[in-house]
């Protein structure tokens, strides 16, 4: 559980100092003008920012669970390491160059009005990438079932099935906000919302590649 | 009263004007419907709970009186209680419930940040109870392994459930997460965004801040137990072994290798253990305003009491394991969260001397909110003191599983919480619904709801010391318990029944005030939070009018000295009436 422990006290550190430094030296029973001027609004962030990181952070916790089972898991006798496909370092490229893209798209729609071609270029060859990433991660599935590599064989193999399938939902759940914010360029809507789409996106495509080094990392270390 | 316009958030009011019945009260988007949604199925499968209690109560005071009560049922509906109980009504309700009404009013907001999304989840909680209760009814019922859930027996053949129960059950839990999720990233966002001019952090009722900490800890400690039921699940399903270890059963090896049933331990109680303060921080948040309001005293150290709020969601996640004791497991872990568990009462006995110091030479008015909230401090201290008993490990061996524990836990995060929420629907009623409620039945229900409940789990704590074990089904004739064990049990039962049969006053007096109680007058208890300040009551939608609000001072100025009113309102400029301390400070 230390891999747990560790990421949730940081978490809960970050979210309980900024919170504790907003009641340091308050003295809310007397009066104050200048707190009379704060609302919600003075945190000058946008309230999907706000969302994105709280999922991330419930994410985080979520993997992070599942590093510290994985752990926990290979101390029993019966534990057998994977050698995991090779295609995985392909996935991993692909990942990458996904990320790449998105980034190269965010660059571009924080510099340049909607009719750039090069966002929506930049968006369509992030969305390539993963679902190649998608598919590799299936492929890899196969690879590992004919060789007779099956859920039930060894708990290793079961934790790579856990992994790639839970990381691949969150990718899919990506994958879907990457439709809207395509659907949103092609219905030429307001330039605000395909840059605050793009630019939660880029974040979200860099945490779940981050998540997957972790997890591959972790899974090829043991 | 001041109010500023903030016309860049009018999309807020007409982004989902609701203009049908389905839109308005089925479908709808109003924090305030969701609310009552989520309030309206919390309560209702609370009750198929409750009724769950009383069979099991049955059988306890008066062995195999009913025939329908069998050792398996019995196992059944001691998971079924549990779970509905922590999970689906006290968190759901708290979060849910309250949650959702309470967050937008008091922070002076028009509805929560993501409306189709807050929908989304009280839809989505629906759904995850009527799978939970739909295992009542497939082949081999619903799941007997206790409310948690340990493997190897919630697999095992002999269990209740194993086939398609246990299935229901965590597949039910991951889709509540799922809707707790995307009530909770609302939550969260609506606080820290949607807070009106002037409304800072620290001006928020403790309501707000309760509700809010116990929201991260929810976000981050139910992953715990969605890991733990997609592994369990696997297990069940697809024959891989992460916690069933090798085992034979009725005489057949089983397929399964090492996996270890303590690793499911310690993520159901990394889960577990913040649960308690999931349900726990929203009630010591609402209480405060309850006991504040109706003792007409701001609330005594504001800010240690959001410290302690803090401090508690904090360390919350580093005692999970004193549920595990008897696990087995090295005496420095035992020592270190025998610790951790000793020092997280500290944050917590400075709120109940913070919830005492209010009270103290306060202008009481022992109204029915009043009462319950009151009566929560004795039931929460009773509790809170057994906690310190089991925390030791020492003292904590002996007494592990027998009901020493039950009554411990029923009475902190059962009867407390639940006072709690009786206490906050009584205050929040006048403003829910625009009536008053029945004074007279109201006081009936709380007496006889809190001497019910002592007269239920007090004698508990002795059956504990004698060693009667939790969850038998039967005692028979057990050498060393004495027959007045077994009378106790019936006297346990007989008040079981008065207590639940109480709660139908509670219905009554709902039902009766909605049809025709007095009309509510607008802040009818003289209260300074803004949820009260709304131009109408109860509030419309989009809940105030054409203008935000615009707030000056924080939430508890109540009698300030040399006020005519004993409240002012979070909306009063400091010119007009100075801010609580100010009174008679000259600035210049």
Not at chain 1, 162 to 187: D, P, Q
Not at chain 2, 32 to 53: D, E, M, R, T
Not at chain 2, 501 to 514: D, E, H, K
Request: glycine share 8%; charged share 10%.
């Amino acid at each position: 559980m230390t891999i747990t422990l560790i990421f949730l006290a940081i978490i809960m550190a970050t979210v309980i100092f900024w919170l504790l430094r907003q009641t340091f030296n308050v003295e809310p029973w007397v009066s104050d003008e200048l707190a009379d001027e704060v609302s919600g609004a003075s945190l000058d962030l946008k309230p999907q920012a706000i969302a994105l990181t709280t999922f991330m952070a419930v994410a985080t916790s979520l993997f992070a669970l599942f590093a510290s089972a994985y752990s926990l898991r290979m101390e029993m006798p019966d534990w057998r390491p994977l050698n995991e496909p090779l295609v995985l370092w392909t996935n991993s490229a692909f990942l990458v160059l996904a990320s790449i893209a998105y980034q190269w798209s965010r660059n571009h729609v924080a510099n340049t009005d909607i009719g750039s071609k090069r966002v929506l270029v930049g968006l369509i060859i992030a969305g390539i990438f993963s679902v190649l990433f998608l598919f590799g991660q299936l492929f890899a599935w196969q690879q590992l079932n004919d060789q007779g590599m099956y859920a039930s064989s060894n708990p290793a193999v079961a934790f790579f099935y856990v992994f790639t399938a839970m990381h691949g939902l969150h990718l899919l759940g990506g994958l879907y906000v990457w439709a809207r914010s395509i659907t949103k360029i092609y219905e030429k809507q307001d330039i605000r919302l395909v840059r605050t789409s793009v630019e939660l996106c880029t974040i979200y495509w860099h945490f779940m590649l981050l998540v997957w080094m972790l997890l591959f990392g972790l899974m090829i270390a043991t | 009263m001041s109010y500023v316009s903030l016309y860049d958030r009018d999309h807020e009011m007409d982004h989902h004007d609701p203009d049908t019945f389905l839109t308005k009260y089925v479908w709808s988007q109003d924090h305030k419907v969701i609310a009552i949604q989520y309030g309206g199925i919390a309560i209702l499968v609370g009750v198929v709970a409750l009724v769950l209690s009383i069979l099991m109560r049955l059988q306890l005071g008066f062995p195999n009186a009913l025939a329908i009560i069998n050792p398996e049922s019995y196992y059944q509906f001691v998971t079924m209680h549990g779970m509905i109980m922590v999970v689906y009504l006290l968190t759901a309700l708290f979060l849910g419930g309250f949650g959702n009404y309470l967050i937008p009013l008091m922070c002076g907001a028009r509805d929560m940040v993501f409306p189709f999304l807050n929908m989304l989840s009280v839809w989505v909680y629906l759904l995850s109870v009527i799978i939970l209760i739909a295992s009542f009814f497939v082949p081999g019922g619903a799941t007997g392994a206790g409310w948690t859930l340990y493997p190897p027996q919630s697999l095992s053949a002999g269990t209740p459930g194993t086939d398609l129960g246990i299935i229901l059950m965590l597949v039910s839990l991951g889709v509540f997460i799922v809707a707790a999720t995307m009530g909770g990233l609302n939550y969260v966002t609506t606080v820290l965004q949607y807070r009106c001019k002037g409304m800072t952090l620290m001006r928020l009722p403790l309501s707000v801040w309760g509700i809010f900490t116990a929201t991260i800890l929810a976000l981050l400690a139910f992953p715990a137990l969605l890991v733990s039921a997609i592994m369990m699940i696997l297990d069940h399903s697809i024959g891989t072994s992460f916690f069933m270890p090798a085992m034979i059963s009725a005489g057949e090896q089983l397929s399964y290798n090492d996996g270890s049933p303590i690793l499911f331990q310690h993520l159901f109680w990394f889960f577990g253990h913040p649960e308690v303060y999931i349900v726990a921080l929203p009630a010591f948040g609402l209480v405060s305003d309850v006991l504040a309001t109706h003792a007409r005293k701001n609330i005594f150290g504001y800010r240690m009491m959001v410290w302690a709020i803090l401090a508690i969601g904090g360390l919350s996640f580093i005692v999970w394991a004193h549920h595990m004791y008897v696990s087995g497991m090295n005496p420095y872990f035992g020592f270190f969260f025998a610790t951790t568990t000793l020092i997280i009462a500290v944050p917590t006995a400075l709120k109940v001397y913070n919830w005492v110091l209010t009270l103290w030479q306060g202008n009481l008015h022992l109204r029915v909110p009043m009462l319950f909230a009151i009566a929560f401090i004795f039931t929460f201290i009773h509790g809170g003191l057994t906690g310190l008993f089991l925390g030791n490990v020492t003292i904590d061996l002996p007494l592990s599983d027998t009901y020493f524990v039950v009554a411990h836990f029923h009475m902190v995060m059962g009867v407390s919480p639940v006072l709690v929420v009786f206490a906050s629907i009584y205050h929040w009623f006048p403003l829910m619904s625009g009536k008053m409620y029945n004074e007279t039945l109201g006081k009936w229900h709380f007496w006889l709801t809190f001497l019910g409940a002592y007269a239920v789990y007090l004698p508990m704590h002795y059956l504990g010391f004698q060693g009667v074990p939790r969850r038998y089904f039967s005692l028979g004739n057990t050498d060393f318990l004495p027959e007045s064990a077994h009378a106790l049990n019936a006297s346990i039962t007989v008040s079981a029944i008065i207590l639940a049969l109480a709660q139908i006053l509670f219905f009554v007096n709902i039902f009766m005030s909605l049809r025709n109680g007095k009309k509510a007058k607008p802040n009818c208890w003289g209260a300074t939070s803004l949820e009260w300040l709304t131009p109408d009551t109860p509030p419309k939608h989009g809940n105030w009018g054409h203008d935000l609000p615009e707030v000056h001072r924080w939430a508890y100025d109540y009698s300030v000295p040399g006020q005519e009113q004993d409240f002012t309102p979070q909306t009063v400029p400091a010119s007009e009436v100075p801010v609580g301390r100010d009174h008679g400070v000259d600035h210049n």
